[in-house]
């Protein structure tokens, strides 16, 4: 052995500071293994039904079933209850919004996104697009959000052509409610795939730049998929609330923004004459970034990152635990929403005018 160290004395250096690291590296996880447990639930209990999340023929996530489902979210250290709410979902897995049966309706308008859109821990009166439709009077809303959803499953639906026989008008707005987390859904970033998205669509860019879907996180990236499953087990990333990749770079959010390119193609092609927007949720870090690649692409987009401070109580249901908004939040962008849409349409005839902020 001394005669290897003699003969080679950095390699054998370099060799030992790893097994060292290891050997670190292994006992930290082991101490933090019993600190911190199998995994972080924050001392919340979600009750929902068995079967409530099922896959549809995408491979998007909706909710099984019609009819009611009840919802609640019990937090154990202040042993109280963040929400207790009911869903009603129609025939085609959309949450219901409701309306009085004697509204008439010339056009529709319809939300895609994830549990913003979908309104977790409100009741069917209290989303996004119950206070919008209220808002516009004539649009009918459709609501196609759901918990964990994202661009990628608007894009799959769209993709589906079965759009416009889940819809009674022929045409009107559809709006793709975007928040930052949406990007991380995009690419499967670590703690996604680990925890609840590795069965997502998968899209990307190939070589040369076309946008190509190759299953789900698993099927269409085995590899990376499998290494973030083992990565995310390390006590030691979660400590240090590290997830991969590291960062959010340019090239995500192009990959995002020819998602949103596609599927509003794809949307104008099956309901001509309509309108499509992306509504940037407030509070928003990347909206500069994703609003000048919009702008590139011909996008449509409400900005309202600064709307709201969604750091406040009122607008977050139970911080620090449970950051989805409250009814006054989406009644706040909901109004916000109807005032542009209004203007929109009283200067369409002016291109220039017409052109959402």
């Known amino acids: 052995m001394k005669d290897l160290f003699s003969r080679f004395p950095n390699t054998t250096a370099f060799i030992g500071g790893i097994c060292l690291c290891i050997n670190f590296s292994i006992f930290i996880e082991m101490i933090l293994w019993q600190i911190l447990g199998p995994y972080d639930d924050r001392g919340l209990i979600r009750s929902e039904p068995n079967g409530y999340h099922s896959r549809d023929a995408t491979g998007s996530a909706r909710p099984s079933g019609i009819g009611s489902i009840r919802s609640s979210l019990f937090w154990e250290d202040r042993q109280q209850f963040i929400y207790d709410v009911t869903y ?36 069917d009166n209290q989303t996004l697009p119950y206070y919008t439709g209220v808002a516009v009077k004539k649009l009918r809303p459709y ?48 703690r996604l795939v680990a925890t609840w ?24 990236r085995w590899f990376l998929t499998n290494l973030y499953l083992l990565l995310h087990e390390s006590r030691i990333l979660r400590a240090l609330r590290i997830d991969f990749p590291l960062q959010i770079n340019r090239q995500h959010i ?71 908004p409250t009814s006054l939040a989406y009644q706040t962008v909901a109004t916000a929403l109807a005032e542009d849409l209004s203007l929109i349409n009283e200067n369409e005839k002016n291109p220039e005018l017409s052109e959402a902020r």
């Open 254 to 324: 192009v990959l995002l923004c020819r998602i949103i390119k596609q599927s509003q193609s794809l949307f104008h092609k099956q309901f001509p004459n309509s309108r499509f927007y992306v509504l940037i949720w407030p509070g928003s870090k990347y909206s500069e970034q994703l609003k000048q690649l919009m702008a590139e692409n011909k996008i449509n987009y409400f900005d309202y990152t600064g709307l709201l401070n969604v750091s406040d109580p009122k607008y977050v249901i139970a911080p620090p635990v449970e950051w989805h």
């Open 88 to 123: 009603t979902i129609d025939e085609h897995s959309r949450r219901v919004t409701p309306f009085a049966a004697s509204t008439k309706f010339d056009k529709f308008i319809m939300f895609f996104g994830g549990s913003f859109t979908y309104g977790e821990g409100v009741k």
């Open 197 to 220: 998205g590795k069965h997502k669509p998968y899209y990307y860019l190939s070589p040369g730049g076309e946008l190509k879907r190759q299953g789900n996180f698993v099927t269409g």
């Open 143 to 190: 609501n196609y959000g759901f918990h964990g959803l994202g661009a990628a499953e608007m894009l799959a639906k769209l993709e589906s052509e079965k759009l416009p026989r889940e819809v009674s008008e022929r045409k009107g707005v559809l709006v793709y409610v975007y928040m930052d987390d949406h990007i991380r859904r995009t690419i499967g970033s670590m």
